[in-house]
């Protein structure tokens, strides 16, 4: 194996444990963990990766109930535009992760939502990078559909940049190949 393959395997071994780390726990469904810095396990809880290499990130969630709360004023328990946002923010990161070895920032982030997921429905997340702009730059889409039928859900489009100077990559080792 050569080094490129090895520090791309690096990569998306550390974008995987990145995405379970916060897909892994079990988030207790409370007022204090939406205001206590723990939003992104709360939105993630449960997320399962089914690819992760190249550029591109697949997932499958379960919309559960405590993103669907009647209390944040959604008697129709729809899944929450903030949380749809969180994961496409991170799976569109995490695909961007297994080229770079990175985790780069959002520094443009638009999201058309087309319908509704309610709670107990399955759907998958779809990131894959489309464009690099010279070598802190990189865009993403990321498309959320419905398992069933595969009604479209969201769309994300970001240009994520590097949050750190070249070369303090997470990866020892890892340089961006741009």
Not at 39 to 47: E, K, P
Request: charged residues 20%.
């Amino acid at each position: 194996m050569g080094d490129y393959e090895g520090s791309e395997a690096a990569a998306v071994d550390a974008a995987r444990r990145w995405l379970e780390g916060m897909s892994n726990k079990n988030p207790v469904a409370s007022a204090s963990l939406w205001a206590g810095g723990h939003f992104d396990i709360v939105c993630h809880s449960g997320l399962r990766i089914l690819h992760l290499h190249g550029g591109r990130a697949v997932c499958r969630f379960r919309v559960p109930a405590h993103l669907t709360p009647e209390r944040l004023q959604d008697a129709d328990m729809n899944w929450q535009p903030g949380a749809i946002a969180a994961v496409i923010d991170n799976v569109g990161a995490a695909a961007i992760m297994t080229t770079e070895g990175i985790i780069k920032i959002s520094v443009e982030f638009d999201i058309s939502y087309f319908s509704a997921a309610k709670v107990d429905e399955e759907v998958e997340i779809d990131a894959r990078i489309v464009q690099h702009k010279g070598k802190k730059l990189t865009a993403v889409i990321v498309e959320v559909r419905k398992k069933e039928g595969g009604h479209l859900v969201a769309v994300g489009r970001q240009w994520m940049s590097a949050a750190r100077p070249a070369g303090a990559g997470l990866i020892p080792g890892h340089s961006s190949r741009l």
